[in-house]
């Protein structure tokens, strides 16, 4: 059988403080409460942009702008394979408040801090990497 290959985009929204929004998994999905930068799966046919601003207004009910590409890297899970770009973007609102649609929690978090949380294993290599820890 083969694998699955799963194309996953996720934002990295930072605010005025310069802090990163990150939320928690919910409890019945795959990797539950877990942390991860917002996001999830591109849709046949989608653009990376269109499926990340489709994901967040989703899951949160707030419209973002995605800029670039930050981040790029592949993760090999046991019986399928991630490949993960994360996007810069900009809520189109800061007032807008973010609602819990389909995340458990969220938190506005400083890169000291991030650490805290748990990350998936693909979430973990995209942080090592903005963190430099990862060359």
């Known amino acids: 059988m083969a ?3 799963i194309r996953v ?3 990295m929204l930072q ?3 310069g802090r990163y929004l990150i939320t928690q ?3 019945k999905a795959t990797l539950p409460l877990l942390w991860e930068f917002p996001g999830g799966r591109v849709e046949e046919g989608e653009s990376d942009e269109q499926a990340l601003a489709r994901e967040i207004r989703e899951e949160m009910g707030v419209d973002v702008q995605v800029l670039e590409q930050a981040l790029h890297t ?3 899970y046991p019986t399928y394979d991630i490949d993960f770009r994360v996007f810069r973007c900009r809520l189109t609102s800061p007032e807008s408040a973010i609602q ?3 995340v458990h929690d969220h938190r506005w978090v400083s ?3 991030i650490s805290q949380y748990q990350f998936p ?3 973990a290599k995209t942080l090592a990497k903005l963190l430099g820890l990862e060359a």
């Open 15 to 17: 605010n005025a403080e």
């Open 3 to 5: 694998r699955r290959h």
């Open 25 to 27: 998994r919910p409890p």
């Open 100 to 102: 819990h649609l389909r």
């Open 111 to 113: 890169l000291e801090e």
């Open 9 to 11: 985009v996720g934002a």
């Open 74 to 76: 592949h993760h090999d």
């Open 121 to 123: 294993d693909a979430d």
